[in-house]
Structure formats: C-alpha cells, structure tokens
C-alpha cells in the first residue's frame, strides 16, 4: 500500500496563479483532511471530506476550494494565490472506526512571490 | 484563547534524559486524545492515542490525560537522538476533527 500520496512535492507559484494539490489514498478510508503548517506551527483544519461528494469548511478555508468526486481523491484548488498562502500542505485521511487515527500525506512545499 | 495551547519550544536534553511534553486545552467536550511525531520535513505520524483520564504506556512512552485539569502529557524516558523530532497533541470530542496544538520541537543531544 502507497498510503497517502502527494503530488506536487513542492511548487513555487506566482501571485495570482492558480494550481491544485492532487492528493490520493488507497486505504479506502472515507474521511480526508486538507492542513496547511506555517513554520513552528501546528495543523491548521482548511476542509475536509466524510466521503465522495461531501466536503465541508474547517478553520482556514478562504482561498481554497475543494471536491470529492471518488473515495480515493480529494484536490485542493488554489485560486488566485497569495504570498500569504505560502506553507506546507498535508492531506490525511482515516477510517471509520476508533482511535480514528489520521494517517499523513509527506506534504507540498508551496511558495507564493 | 485557543482551544489547545502546546509550548513550541525548542527543547533540548541530553540522551538518557527523561521528557515531559504537556498541552492544555479548554473544550471539555475532548474525549480523545493524541500525540503525533512529526520528523524534519516529512507528515506526522500517530505515537500514541488514549481514550478519557488516566496513563497508556508503550515501550519508552507514557500518555497521560487529567481530565479534570484539562492536561495532557506525554512522557519519553531514556530518550534517544532518533526521538529528535517536533511532536504534536491533539484531540477530539467526536469523531470527524481533530484540533492540534502548535507543536513542541524537541531535540536530543548524544
């Protein structure tokens, strides 16, 4: 099993460029998570999806969109970035049942000048 | 206030020492309880997870959950330089979210 992947690893984007995070899991969990890491800090909660076709806002969704449209996808839009947008973005996802543990994508370093 | 507070550090101790990493938190509803390890430039990985008060052991870690101080801590003996990492708490008071604290990066000195 690949687990969570990620793809781009890293990207530098210009101002007002747009581009989406692919993320996919081959755990077929239907829970996945988008988190954005600015240094020394903790995850910050952008959506999240309890499964195909249902998404819904975390703590920091402003400029960003998502979809899920099967169990194994889940890509994060970027719209018009900004510098303010520049940070490491992980995708999780867990299944159904207890400890409910999240298991972690290795992240895209994204950089907005 | 935040709903989970973590001392981000850094923390530095010689190998052999023990550590206690700690986060505060104000939601009473938190039921479940975590603590990742996430090393340098990769995704955090589950250490630990328990459920409700009281202490889970796993080999050099010890969890503890005080539910009544809202107080959660994670303990490392005999630490070692491959345990040189940032680690986060986190919990949740139902299944779907979990909220994490900002991380405490901590390194061990050989």
């Known amino acids: 099993n690949a687990g969570v992947t990620q793809t781009p690893k890293f990207r530098i984007l210009k101002i007002g460029q747009s581009m989406t995070l692919q993320c996919t899991q081959d755990?077929?969990?239907?829970?996945m998570y988008w988190y954005r890491q600015d240094p020394g800090m903790g995850l910050k909660l952008i959506y999240y999806?309890?499964?195909?076709?249902?998404?819904d806002k975390g703590e920091v969704p402003n400029g960003y969109n998502v979809s899920r449209s099967t169990t194994e996808d889940f890509p994060l839009r970027l719209e018009l970035a900004a510098p303010s947008q520049t940070s490491v973005y992980f995708c999780?996802?867990?299944?159904?049942?207890?400890?409910?543990?999240?298991?972690f994508g290795p992240g895209t370093r994204l950089t907005v000048t | 206030q935040k709903e989970v507070e973590q001392d981000p550090g850094p923390l530095s101790v010689p190998e052999g020492a023990i550590v206690s990493l700690n986060c505060t938190y104000s939601?009473?509803?938190?039921?479940?309880f975590m603590w990742y390890r996430q090393y340098s430039r990769k995704g955090p990985e589950l250490l630990m997870y328990?459920?409700?008060?009281g202490n889970k052991e796993d080999g050099r870690f010890t969890a503890q959950v005080d539910k009544s101080s809202k107080y959660i801590s994670l303990f490392i003996r005999d630490s070692q330089p491959s345990d040189s990492a940032t680690y986060l708490c986190a919990m949740s008071g139902g299944a779907q979210k979990l909220v994490f604290g900002q991380g405490t990066r901590l390194t061990i000195n050989p």
């Open positions: 939601n009473s509803a938190f039921q479940y």
């Open positions: 328990t459920y409700s008060s």
């Open positions: 999780a996802s867990r299944a159904g049942q207890f400890p409910y543990e999240q298991y």
């Open positions: 755990m077929n969990h239907n829970y």
């Open positions: 999806s309890v499964g195909a076709g249902i998404t």
